[in-house]
Nanobody
């Protein structure tokens, strides 16, 4: 049972990146998924979440209109498309799965809702 995140890197402000998170070892299509991030010296915060079916999403105010979360249940993968990146988006990004529940209704992503975490991928946005 694991999540493997990839796609981080160094990008200039205004640029784009797409993060991917491949899931294995559990029934992906019935679980809500989310992305979190942790900037240096700060707590981990929710960025975006998507429900099991992919038809409901939730975003932090700081990324609304710039980031898009999506999923491909056939590939057991969740994505985070990040556009118009800002230096303040610099952080380690983590994908997470709510493997306690099947077909749960979606709410704003908080740590307590998710119990399987990927290893994190670093995104650095230069000014």
């Amino acid at each position: 049972v694991q999540l493997q995140a990839s796609g981080g890197g160094l990008v200039q402000a205004g640029g784009s990146l797409r993060l991917s998170c491949a899931a294995s070892g559990f029934t992906f299509s019935s679980r809500n998924m989310a992305w979190f991030r942790q900037a240096p010296g700060k707590e981990r915060d929710g960025v975006a979440a998507i429900n099991w079916g992919g038809d409901s999403t939730s975003y932090a105010n700081s990324v609304k209109g710039r980031f898009t979360i999506s999923r491909d249940n056939a590939k057991n993968t969740v994505y985070l498309q990040m556009n118009s990146l800002k230096p303040e988006d610099t952080a380690v990004y983590y994908c997470a799965a709510d493997i306690k529940s099947h077909y749960r209704g979606l709410s704003y992503p908080s740590d307590s809702q998710y119990d399987l975490w990927g290893q994190g991928t670093l995104v650095t946005v230069s000014s």
